[in-house]
Structure formats: C-alpha cells, structure tokens
C-alpha cells in the first residue's frame, strides 16, 4: 500500500484495517455498476474481490514475490532490495492479513447489501 505505517504487528493490523476499507469500497462500486447494467451477483462479487485484492495488496505482494523469485546473491543488491521495503521482517504477515482483510471486506458488504435488500 506504500502509506506510512507502523512496525511490527500494529502495522500489521493497520494494513488490514485499511484493506478492510478498500474491500468494503470496492464491492459497493461493483454492486453500483451491476445494479446499473443489471449483473448478477457473481460478476460484482468477482471484479470487487480482484480488484480490492490489487488495491490493497499490491506493492507489498510485488515484493513478496520479487524476494522470492530474484536470486539475490550479493550482499549489496540484498540491502538495496531490503531498502525498498517497509518493515520486511512482516511482510508476509502484511500481506496475508490485507488479503484477508481486502476479501472479509468486500463479504461484509455484500452481506450488508444483502441485509438490506431482504429488509425492504
């Protein structure tokens, strides 16, 4: 997400409090849009979780992969990999936690939306 967050777990749960948000947004978009076009469920559900899914995971899963897939043989091309990065002892957990953060989000909204269709 390249903001300024903290270090360690509470940059963590940071991360996923805003992929939360972004879940949340990108499903109320899609269901916009598929209201409009008259879609089905399956294809707001899809865009909204791919996309939330590349908004909030984005930067820090591109260095996820890099680091794994880059061969990183000198000390030096390792630190300045390493500077790049916030906080890359979390990464992983970043990651994961703002996937599941991202996805939880847009399935709250969709649950949301679902309540509210069957209220009225």
């Not at 409009?36 to 984005?58: E, I, M, Q």
Request: with cysteine.
């Amino acid at each position: 997400m390249n903001l300024a967050l903290h270090f360690g777990w509470l940059g963590v749960l940071e991360a996923a409090l805003i992929a939360l948000g972004v879940g949340v947004l990108c499903y109320l978009l899609f269901h916009w849009i598929g209201a409009r076009n008259r879609w089905p469920h399956g294809p707001a559900l899809g865009w909204s979780c791919l996309l939330a899914l590349g908004v909030a995971t984005g930067i820090d899963a591109w260095h996820l992969f890099y680091m794994g897939v880059v061969k990183l043989e000198s000390p030096v091309y390792a630190r300045i990999a390493l500077q790049k990065i916030h906080d890359p002892n979390f990464l992983a957990a970043r990651v994961f936690m703002s996937s599941m953060g991202a996805l939880c989000g847009v399935a709250l909204a969709w649950m949301a939306m679902q309540a509210r269709r069957r209220a009225d």
